[in-house]
């Protein structure tokens, strides 16, 4: 790495990242830097750049005049996502092996078959194939092997076979599962059946755990020095508005009174502020807003979470939206909810989009906008791909304005999705309401299962312990 010095950019963040074409040529920034090989000073060009259905990225590239020593890095430009991601292929022949991946800084790779990992600091910032990525790492295996052969011939053995394994899976010839992992939720796999759900793929958005959140430098005000983080012109004991927290009792919030509290932004490291409501949707449940909104960045975000107990049995609700007044009821969808509309072949998987508190119409636009920034959509796609996404937005288009008729599914194994009744205390003949019992497999992704939570401190006697037979 190169110590550069300091460097301010007074540029809007549009004229900041230019496109990457072949038609006009981007200007880059030099600046003296230290050299980490001979300690005198060389050059390094900064070059900010959008590369078509990628990303925004940083190109810096050093050189030396002096003891001629080269290096080069790509970093990502843009922000980091409020969930982490993790894609599984089931790769079964060599069409799957084709597919694109956006592999960013912080992703990385498994094979599960071989426990086999392409960790963050490898192949970072790439776009390829699964073919391309498992040939790189053959390639990067086989270096050194004849060395190895003489030192340590089991090892290389065994790297032998593994070589000959991922040769084998980048060709195409055998079915294995590939799993990509970025917590900076950055990294996508290509789905060819876009719009439609791809049954070789399965996503997965995920909350991150402290130690990824401080991998990528996320840190709350908690663990960081607290009087740094409030502004000079504030209290510490101020920087919640909106509660007494003076009061030892445990309801410190009213219902529907709005708590502000002073938070870091973790796109800037500025104090933003989170306002957090707790409110009753009518004939439903409790429900938890937060909305978070920082004044430097422009950066806001914002959750829903639903109160009480788990729900004893799932639901399913199906909405037949008629006329352009339905799109505008209130909906509201969990983050372990799915949603359809058959009429289009729309499935968005448990997860996709979060939670969220909008209307019908809303989260139209959501869908809309989330195909927007797929990275297959543009550029060198393939013209069949981008033809295809394009006239499932125009039909989406035509939805959200009321055109046309359709049926909303919302299937959430928790039931904490809702769809406003607008006939309420009475039957909506528009909106079906069915309680279900869970599978086991929907247990099993909620972690209800294993969850005891009356006599946990008892064993089970449906269990043996020790040696002892289980009581029949």
Do not use: W
């Not at 004849?146 to 290389?156: I, V």
Request: hydrophobic share 30%; aromatic share 6%; proline share 7%.
């Amino acid at each position: 790495r190169t110590h550069m010095e300091p460097m301010v950019v007074h540029l809007k963040r549009q004229t900041l990242f230019g496109d990457l074409s072949a038609d006009t040529v981007q200007e880059g920034t030099s600046v003296q830097s230290l050299c980490i090989n001979c300690e005198k000073q060389g050059t390094t060009r900064v070059l900010f750049t959008r590369i078509p259905h990628f990303r925004e990225t940083i190109i810096m590239a050093f050189s030396c005049p002096h003891c001629g020593y080269e290096s080069n890095e790509v970093q990502y430009g843009g922000a980091l996502q409020p969930q982490g991601v993790r894609y599984t292929l089931t790769v079964t022949d060599s069409k799957d092996v084709n597919r694109q991946i956006v592999k960013a800084d912080t992703a990385t790779v498994i094979i599960p078959h071989l426990q086999f990992e392409i960790p963050p600091d490898t192949q970072k910032g790439s776009l390829n194939t699964v073919e391309g990525f498992l040939s790189c790492a053959a390639f990067s295996l086989r270096h050194g092997q004849e060395e190895r052969r003489k030192t340590n011939p089991e090892a290389a053995t065994k790297l032998d076979e593994v070589i000959a394994e991922l040769e084998q899976c980048a060709s195409g010839g055998k079915q294995f599962a590939l799993v990509l992992d970025d917590p900076g939720g950055n990294s996508f796999v290509e789905n060819p059946l876009a719009p439609a759900e791809d049954p070789n793929l399965h996503v997965e958005h995920y909350a991150r755990t402290k130690e990824q959140d401080h991998a990528l430098c996320i840190y709350t005000p908690e663990e960081l020095e607290p009087e740094a983080l409030v502004p000079e012109h504030k209290h510490p004991d101020q920087i919640i508005k909106g509660i007494d927290v003076s009061r030892k009792d445990e309801q410190v919030c009213a219902p529907d009174d709005v708590a502000i509290i002073e938070e870091q932004c973790p796109m800037c490291r500025s104090m933003g502020q989170l306002r957090t409501v707790i409110t009753k949707i009518p004939y439903f449940k409790e429900v938890t807003l937060m909305a978070f909104s920082c004044d430097s960045c422009g950066y806001r975000s914002n959750y829903v979470h639903s109160g009480g107990a788990i729900s004893p049995k799932a639901k399913r609700l199906t909405l037949h939206v008629t006329k352009r007044d339905d799109l505008n009821r209130s909906f509201l969808k969990s983050d372990t909810a799915s949603l359809k509309i058959p009429e289009i072949d729309l499935t968005l998987a448990p997860g996709t989009l979060g939670s969220k508190f909008t209307t019908v119409e809303g989260i139209l636009s959501d869908v809309i906008q989330s195909l927007g920034s797929n990275p297959f959509v543009g550029g060198d796609s393939g013209e069949e791909n981008r033809k295809r996404l394009a006239e499932f937005v125009e039909q989406i288009t035509e939805l959200r304005k009321g055109d046309k008729e359709f049926h909303l599914i919302v299937d959430d194994p928790l039931a904490n999705s809702h769809i406003q009744n607008v006939c309420v205390p009475d039957p909506d003949p528009q909106l079906i309401e069915e309680d279900y019992e869970r599978t086991f497999k929907q247990n099993e992704g909620l972690g209800l299962n294993d969850m005891k939570t009356e006599n946990y401190a008892t064993p089970d006697p449906a269990k043996p312990a020790g040696d002892e037979p289980a009581k029949q």
